[in-house]
């Protein structure tokens, strides 16, 4: 497994490469990659029913696999090679990407209908590319689908680790809102079908909805954390 420590902790992916050669039953691992003009981002998750368990993990785009970087291998291989570039830096049996563009992300939370429960750890004050002024106080928010893509386009980050570990950590807080039990689940996977780029289908979600229903009914609303790959 990815190995979890806490929220926002550091973790060594590879200190557990070993114990990798044969996924527990039920785990599965999913890349999430933000890409648009200038920048790529990627948060691979990892979804562990049997143990109450799901972890998302930034991994930044600067990381290299075989004299690559990911973001050369996603620019040149498109998701599906950054899947098996992932895979093969973390030992790990990526199965799956879903990809968004800042449109899209904001596509996707706009019809999620919710503002996204988040803490944000620094002051976020800056000019996005449209002129418009982003400003957010450190704390705990209620995320507007426009703070959200501000956040995934923001790159001055005090601590620069954000700027690796912020798709993780608003995956992991989407996650602890909505992966609740009673939801329905095949409409959560119905929006990612329909607004993002992904290779998931129906038999997938079929093979994984059981797994999701036990992870949805033992989310505490603090069940998904999230961390960065060093």
């Not at 200038?38 to 930034?58: D, K, N, Q, S």
């Not at 001055?156 to 995956?171: F, G, I, K, S």
């Amino acid at each position: 497994t990815l190995g979890f420590g806490g929220s926002d902790d550091s973790t060594n992916v590879s200190d557990h490469a070993d114990n990798h050669n044969v996924s527990l039953p039920g785990t599965s691992y999913c890349l999430i990659i933000l890409k648009d003009a200038g920048y790529e981002r990627f948060a691979l998750v990892e979804t562990i029913p049997e143990r109450e368990a799901i972890t998302a993990v930034g991994i930044s785009p600067s990381t290299e696999v075989d004299g690559y970087t990911l973001a050369a291998i996603l620019q040149k291989q498109g998701p599906a090679g950054a899947v098996k570039a992932v895979a093969k830096l973390t030992q790990l049996p990526v199965q799956h990407y879903i990809s968004f563009s800042v449109a899209t992300a904001e596509e996707l939370f706009t019809k999620l209908g919710e503002n996204l429960n988040f803490t944000l750890d620094e002051n976020v004050s800056y000019t996005d590319d449209n002129g418009a002024t982003v400003n957010l106080e450190a704390g705990q928010l209620r995320l507007t689908p426009k703070h959200i893509t501000a956040l995934l386009q923001h790159q001055n980050w005090l601590n620069p680790a954000r700027y690796d570990t912020m798709v993780a950590a608003l995956t992991a807080a989407t996650l602890n809102q909505h992966l609740k039990e009673g939801r329905a689940l095949k409409g959560y996977f119905e929006l990612i079908t329909n607004t993002a780029t992904t290779d998931l289908r129906i038999d997938h979600f079929n093979a994984y909805v059981a797994g999701l229903e036990h992870l949805a009914a033992a989310n505490d609303g603090n069940l998904a954390r999230f961390s960065n790959y060093h």
